[in-house]
């Protein structure tokens, strides 16, 4: 009996390993994903508006403001 339950928890604590392994690797791919999204952003807030020429030359600020407020929080808590 003792031996049944000395490899039934070896084999929990293998398992647990195994998910600490995979919640690294998960965090780390977390807070590069989420920095990709974020500078992303801030490519696309750089373009200029589509449009006819005036909106051409207007740059969109405000779509650098919400790339900030939206994705900038999310990477700084997944570091």
């Given at each position: 009996m003792l031996a049944v339950s000395l490899l039934a928890s070896c084999k929990g604590l293998k398992q647990?390993?195994?998910f600490g392994k995979l919640h690294e690797k998960l965090e780390t791919?977390?807070?590069s994903l989420s920095n990709d999204?974020?500078?992303s952003c801030l490519r696309k807030a750089s373009y200029p508006?589509?449009?006819y020429f005036p909106a051409i030359i207007s740059f969109r600020s405000d779509e650098d403001k919400k790339c900030k407020e939206?994705?900038?929080p999310?990477?700084?808590k997944s570091k």
């Open positions: 647990a390993e195994e791919n977390f807070a999204i974020y500078l508006d589509e449009g939206k994705f900038l999310v990477y700084k």
